[in-house]
């Protein structure tokens, strides 16, 4: 059994945690908010009231944040991972962040005898419940190995890219095909309702087809039931996308879905939007 530590407690942070303390393994958590870790703490979870409190005696250090800004935070601060870190301890980093940061992560990491993965993951809330997270990894192969066990409890695609940011390059194509996708289903939908359809005897024809998507099958019935609660923030899918954008603007890459894509969530951040899920675009078109 491994010792565990995992910072950030979200709306898939802490389904991934269950999972983990359900093997038995023991787990400290910390989030910003400890009220958010409450059923954590309840179902044998430990409490860390400080970053260096949750990295102390921890085999494995999971991270799971909202944005780039927050990983430079907790990993590079006087109090953050790093510096109270200790030689062979490994951190796994599943927020969708820059690849750059993945290997500046890397890099100080060794520096300090400790060993790192970008980890980011694709499978919304549903797959963080279910156990059936897509995991794309970055790092070397050996500390990889090492980790394989404790991702194959949360995850059931679980692969590694390539050396450090290679997972992160990998969500961005993730990133990148549901961004254009979830346009083909917002304007699907919107168009069967204007046809005078039941849209959701559409959706019982359409999504075992050649137009399936995960988006389809699982966020068409949230648009059309009215629900927009977050499975996964709009704030963060926007950050993921700009995050494409300036990859893509590196590699002299045109993207025009990408822009597209983008320029349709600007809209709802603009509208306060940000908290509501990524279904949130079909009332763009309503």
């Known amino acids: 059994m491994k010792t565990i530590s995992f910072i950030g407690t979200g709306v898939m942070g802490a389904s991934i945690v269950n999972h983990i303390l359900q093997a038995g393994h023991s787990v400290t958590v910390h989030t910003r908010t400890?009220?958010?870790?409450?059923?954590?703490?309840?179902?044998?979870?430990?409490?860390?009231?400080?970053?260096?409190?949750?990295?102390?005696?921890?085999?494995?250090?999971?991270?799971?944040?909202g944005m780039p800004t927050d990983v430079e935070e907790i990993y590079f601060k006087e109090d953050g991972i790093l510096a109270n870190g200790t030689h062979g301890q490994v951190v796994v980093d599943m927020t969708t962040s820059s690849p750059a940061l993945a290997k500046k992560i890397e890099k100080a990491a060794m520096d300090k005898g400790m060993s790192s993965l970008d980890a980011p993951v694709s499978g919304g809330d549903v797959g963080a419940k279910n156990g059936t997270l897509s995991i794309m990894c970055g790092g070397e192969e050996t500390v990889f190995n090492?980790?394989?066990?404790?991702f194959a409890l949360f995850g059931s695609q679980i692969v590694l890219q390539g050396p450090?940011?290679?997972?992160?390059?990998?969500?961005?194509?993730?990133?990148?095909?549901?961004?254009?996708?979830?346009?083909?289903?917002?304007?699907a939908l919107v168009y069967a309702e204007k046809a005078g359809l039941d849209p959701e005897r559409v959706l019982q024809s359409i999504s075992p087809g050649a137009a399936g998507s995960w988006s389809l099958s699982n966020l068409g019935p949230r648009m059309l039931a009215g629900n927009f609660e977050p499975g996964f923030y709009t704030k963060h899918f926007l950050k993921d996308l700009r995050i494409a954008l300036d990859e893509a603007n590196a590699m002299s890459l045109e993207l025009p879905g990408l822009k597209l894509a983008i320029g349709l969530y600007e809209d709802l951040m603009a509208k306060g939007c940000g908290d509501k899920g990524t279904q949130v675009l079909f009332n763009y078109y309503q």
Do not use: Y
């Open 164 to 187: 450090a940011g290679a997972g992160q390059h990998t969500k961005m194509s993730n990133q990148l095909a549901i961004a254009t996708n979830m346009i083909g289903v917002c304007e």
């Open 146 to 150: 090492r980790v394989q066990p404790i």
């Open 34 to 65: 400890k009220e958010k870790a409450d059923e954590l703490l309840s179902a044998g979870a430990k409490w860390a009231p400080t970053i260096a409190d949750a990295v102390q005696d921890a085999d494995v250090i999971f991270t799971m944040v």
